[in-house]
């Protein structure tokens, strides 16, 4: 470090060695590449941003009213637990397939029109159709997110990721928001936008599982006593990670790979008992799913009731056997792959600074942005395909259907049907023309997926398609899908792949973050397969050239021909799931996830490859686009390590704690809570006691309750006839007591009586304890502080400095039940990295710091934890160490800043805030 001499004493010599040592060996953070929080905060507009974030614990303030509320609570009852998991499955199945059901209506009335138009009118129409469809369901899906939930926009994935990493989020789980997620994301996938409704789905079922285990809805008034022991911060986070997980679940029909997302990706907490429990709402969510989707088939008779093999996401149909030279493919897959996502987030990024630095000051002209991203988008679509021409491929017909494909060419051929299992091909014919070639080959005459039949019912025929046109005028889902077909070497050649990529990348980083709920799950998957299919048509030349050498790398039979391994379709695969590794830094959810999709396992080993090299390609750059996003929005989110430049278990933990600390008493007057909660901001107090070793710690208090217990103490007590008590007793001028008549003579009875009683006639229960008082207050209102809001709301006052009355303030309160005695206490000489440790995987609020006597030194929160905040303390500590050796002091790594005698001054003390 240049702060240290290249000279150092003999005393100190080893401490800058050790600390380079430190720097190479710890972990490396893409905060110093300038890109993200590091660089971003130290601009004051967004540490202000950082400040509006609240934290929230895991467990429960353990204090004595909480324990009288669990006493009565049933100990070890499971059985609703598991009803909970199964209710919240089958309600984000039915919401799934709803949610499909929708999109699917849009597409294909969308495509269906336009495919019919291109071939019964021309391209002009087509195309106006085709953009005033699109940008009318694109504008009313922006509308409804601007204007009426917010916090409806984008996927949610990272928010979602924040709340269970303990950040509280306002309206990210409200009813409203959830409306509005289900109705922007289906009309904004429905038209067409580079976007997919995975990521929504995962915040729908996150939601979900929030509204359904608490039982009660803030939004709407309504309540319920059945699920009220549920009604905890740790059981609500379970209850949001089942939900999530199931959300996965529905979204590629993956129930394995949604469990193990939930455990690898957001939670923060985990137990083998909420493992079984959530592969449980898994499971009941996929068979609702497929149940639903079997069910509506059998409605349209197009399939019947209770099959569900054809409800595989992106099934190969032909296998193809893997080889141990699949590896190197896979490996160039994923090398490109990852190169390619950290171009992708590092875009996304930079688009999302540009939207928050030009549109969040402006309302509604956000709706703008995704309405002219249509437009182009949608306009490239069907002029790009006009560059390419009419592509011939030999399919046959069977009973007016399209097969291609190896299997079913020789069945039809020889006179058999194909398998039952195996559906048409969707060729959108584009511009081709209809009649008869001049060879007498028939050629199509509509643009769907069962083109008219010729002459003979079951003959082959040369079907004619445009290969841009079958990968733009699509879903994402069927595009994905003839990616992945195997047995079609040469569907696409490289010049629509390689444009269809480009186009493709630039909509979606474009349309992520924009003013609509979408998902970026089926773009990531969409240009993976699209990078894989390059490198397997790539391979497939080489084999075409070299395949007598390749032959002899393989054994006799069936294997000996070097195309039973190498397939553009399989390595598309290897390349989604790279794609999506590389951006999300998902390994082992992922790689069951593309089984399950795929239903494919002889390609897990080169899926496999694909994923990790694309993962240490990525992790070389920067952060997973999710984690990036949050630290754009400013969000304190704790990585699952601490996040430094050097070792954080060189240092103490008294580098990063705040200090002096606003302590309270066990029995504070009225008028010293209010100087508390109306001076400082900060959500956690630590309660104190005198002992014969000075102010010792006994829990901590919280802001929250502090709030609710004044705010009852202000509603009980009569105030106002103590005033009239207090300042109007007498009445005559010259002295002389006034007749008292009887209506003011059970005034001074019942006024007596409240002053004999304690000042809260009764404890508040738990159930009190945590009722919204107000709803969460921002400095931008009234340019008023926080605190400064809290307290007009809770006095009902026009302006915060008008006090309670004399007789109120001057009342004790007794804190001993509303104290958390559990709440988690640290050495002040313990590792700075064990603390994180702890504090990130007990999922706490506050830590406080003591020294040897249990006397409060400091307090420890999120915000302290964050990576610049971690390589702050690591400059003050250089700092501290160059001064040392200057001074001739030997013993580093105990340097500090003197904290001197702490002593509380009146009933708390002045400090930063913590």
């Known amino acids: 470090p240049t702060c240290l001499s290249s000279r150092p004493t003999k005393d100190v010599r080893h401490a800058p060695r050790l600390l380079r040592w430190a720097s190479r060996c710890g972990t490396r953070c893409s905060y110093s590449y300038g890109l993200f929080l590091s660089s971003s905060l130290q601009r004051p507009a967004e540490k202000r941003k950082l400040d509006v974030f609240e934290s929230i614990d895991y467990f429960a303030p353990n204090s004595a009213v909480y324990r009288k509320w669990l006493a009565r609570q049933p100990h070890r009852r499971f059985w609703d637990r598991w009803a909970m998991m199964g209710f919240i499955g089958i309600s984000t199945g039915l919401v799934a397939y709803s949610l499909y059901a929708v999109i699917g209506f849009f597409a294909e009335f969308k495509y269906g029109v336009t495919r019919w ?41 990272p928010e979602v990721m924040a709340y269970l990493n303990g950040v509280l989020l306002p309206k990210v789980f409200n009813i409203f928001t959830v409306a509005v997620k289900f109705a922007s994301c289906s009309l904004a996938v429905g038209a067409g936008l580079p976007v997919g409704p995975e990521g929504p789905m ?165 709706c703008i942005e995704p309405c002219v991203l249509v437009v182009i988008y949608v306009t490239g679509t069907m002029l790009l395909p006009r560059m390419f021409p009419c592509t011939p491929t030999h399919c046959v017909t069977y009973n007016n259907e399209v097969y291609c494909g190896i299997q079913n060419v020789t069945a039809a051929t020889e006179g058999l049907a194909p398998p039952p299992d195996t559906p048409p091909l969707q060729l959108p014919l584009y511009t081709c023309s209809s009649g008869k070639a001049e060879n007498g080959t028939w050629i199509p005459s509509t643009g769907t997926i069962t083109p008219d039949s010729p002459e003979a019912s079951n003959a082959t025929a040369v079907v004619f398609y445009n290969e841009l046109a079958t990968l733009m005028l699509n879903t994402g889902d069927e595009t994905i899908k003839h990616l992945v077909s195997r047995g079609a070497h040469r569907r696409f050649g490289y010049e629509s792949l390689l444009v269809m990529f480009a186009w493709y990348f630039l909509g979606a980083a474009v349309a992520a973050g924009s003013a609509i709920s979408s998902g970026l799950f089926v773009p990531m998957l969409m240009m ?20 007598q050498l390749l032959s002899r790398w393989t054994t006799a039979g069936a294997l000996s021909n070097p195309w039973s391994w190498i397939d553009p379709g399989a390595f598309a695969l290897v390349g989604a799931g790279a794609f999506m590794g590389s951006v999300t830094r998902l390994t082992i959810a992922l790689a069951v996830i593309m089984v399950e999709i795929s239903d494919d396992v002889h390609m897990l080993l080169p899926v496999l490859v694909g994923i990790m090299v694309a993962k240490w390609v990525a992790d070389a750059a920067c952060h997973s686009l999710y984690h990036a996003l949050l630290e754009v929005k400013c969000v304190p989110f704790l990585m699952p390590e601490p996040v430094s430049r050097f070792s954080l278990d060189l240092l103490p933990v008294k580098t990063v704690m705040r200090s002096p600390v606003v ?109 919204k008082v107000m709803d969460p207050v921002s400095e931008t209102q009234h340019n008023r502080s926080a605190a400064e809001q809290q307290m007009v709301a809770i006095q009902n006052a026009a302006d915060w400095e008008i006090d309670l009355a004399p007789v109120l303030l001057s009342q004790v309160v007794d804190l001993t039940s509303y104290v958390n005695s559990s709440a ?67 013993n580093w790594l105990s340097i500090t800043s003197p904290v001197g005698s702490w002593r509380p001054r009146s009933p708390f003390t002045a400090a930063t805030e913590p």
């Open 663 to 771: 302590c309270l008493e066990l029995c504070m007057k009225v008028a010293d809570i209010q100087a508390v909660l109306r001076d400082t901001s900060h959500n956690g107090y630590p309660v104190v006691r005198d002992s014969s070793s000075g102010q010792i710690c006994l829990g901590l208090v919280t802001r929250a309750h502090l709030l609710v217990l004044l705010q009852r103490l202000i509603d009980t007590y009569d105030v106002n006839s103590i005033s009239s008590t207090s300042n109007g007793s007498t009445g005559l001028a010259n002295g002389s007591a006034a007749p008292a008549g009887p209506e003011q003579q059970q005034q001074e009875q019942r006024q007596q009586r409240q002053r004999q009683q304690p000042l809260l006639g009764r404890e508040l229960s738990w159930s009190e304890l945590n009722r």
């Open 528 to 547: 993976g397969s699209i990078t894989g299919r390059l490198v397997g048509l790539a391979t497939t030349d080489i084999a075409d050239r070299y395949g």
């Open 117 to 157: 138009l291109l071939l019964h009118t021309n391209l002009f129409v087509a195309w106006l159709f085709n953009t005033v469809v699109s940008l009318l369901l694109v504008a009313a899906s922006s509308v409804l997110v601007v204007g009426y939930a917010p916090a409806a926009v984008s996927s949610g994935v």
């Open 202 to 366: 995962i915040h729908i079922g996150a939601a979900l599982g929030a509204a359904l285990s608490q039982g009660h809805s803030t939004t709407l008034g309504w309540t319920t006593s059945i699920f009220k022991r549920f009604r905890n911060p740790r059981d609500k986070r379970d209850f949001v990670t089942a939900g999530v997980a199931v959300g996965v679940a529905t979204a590629f029909n993956a129930p394995i790979g949604g469990l193990l997302f939930a455990f690898e990706e957001v939670a923060s907490f985990w137990q083998h008992s909420l493992g079984w429990q959530i592969f449980f709402a898994c499971m009941c969510a996929t068979l609702t799913l497929n149940l639903s989707r079997s069910a509506g088939k059998a409605l349209l008779h197009t399939g019947s009731f209770g099959w569900f093999n054809q409800d595989v996401v992106f099934e190969a149909g032909l296998e193809v056997s893997a080889h141990i030279l699949a590896v190197v493919p896979a490996a160039v897959v994923g090398l490109l792959c990852g190169v390619l996502g950290i171009g992708f987030t590092l875009l996304n990024v930079k688009i999302a600074r540009l939207r928050d630095a030009t549109l969040s000051k402006y309302k509604w002209r956000r």
């Open 824 to 890: 988690l206490k640290v050495q002040e000489t313990m590792s700075l990295e064990r603390a994180y440790i702890l504090f990130r995987n007990m999922g706490l609020r506050h830590l406080v710091v003591v020294d040897e006597h249990n006397r409060v030194k400091g307090i420890v929160t999120r915000k302290d934890l964050l990576g610049f905040k971690l390589d702050e303390a690591v400059a003050r500590q250089l700092r501290r160490v160059e001064s040392a050796r200057q001074l001739g002091q030997t």
